[in-house]
């Protein structure tokens, strides 16, 4: 497994080494003590989570604050997505940075996303099927929406020309400097 450093030490993309021949691939898809010792930490994920989107939906930027704040390690498997996770620790020297990446069925790579950032992604395919670990149940009360357009944050999402698909709660998000 290739771990691959970003622009923000703490996000991290995991790419797997994968077998393939005329009858498919193999791959493993996650090994407890090489993803610790890539993150540095003992991670206990505790819910597993699938979701199904069509073309131009973007889903995001969500986070749960504390005492349930969640790290996530998210995967694309049917189609593909650009996933972001922005920074929002308050006291962090990269607070409001962002980083985007292309997940998908056919590049394998998972992004890893630890607590105190918000996520979200933008589906680029006809469909996408995307899973994500969590290492915190998820809490309504203790959940938060950053604006996918916040201004401060200026994400470069991909086909800004198309009109996203938004739920109530993406479009009714909080600007960063909100939380």
């Known amino acids: 497994m290739n771990v691959l450093e970003t622009e923000i030490s703490d996000l991290l993309i995991f790419e797997p080494k994968v077998f393939g021949d005329d009858r498919g691939f ?3 898809s996650f090994n407890q003590k090489v993803f610790e010792e890539a993150v540095g930490r003992k991670v206990d994920f505790v819910q ?14 969500h986070l749960q604050v504390p005492p349930f704040a969640q ?10 997505v650009f996933d972001v996770a922005v920074d929002v620790r308050k006291n962090s020297q990269t607070f409001g940075k962002w980083v985007g990446v292309n997940l998908s069925a056919d590049n394998k790579r998972q992004f890893w996303i630890p607590e105190g950032f918000a996520h979200g992604f933008l589906v680029l395919s006809e469909t996408a099927e995307f899973v994500y670990k969590t290492t915190n149940y998820y809490s309504p009360k203790h959940e938060r929406s ?4 916040d201004p401060d944050i200026n994400i470069l999402w991909p086909n800004l020309e198309q009109d996203f698909i938004l739920s109530d709660k993406d479009r009714l998000g909080v600007e960063i400097k909100a939380l």
């Open 71 to 80: 790290a996530k390690l998210v995967r694309c498997i049917v189609g593909e």
């Open 48 to 61: 597993d989570n699938h979701s199904k989107s069509v073309k131009a939906v973007l889903r995001g930027l």
């Open 146 to 149: 950053v604006l996918w357009c």
């Open 26 to 28: 193999f791959m493993e």
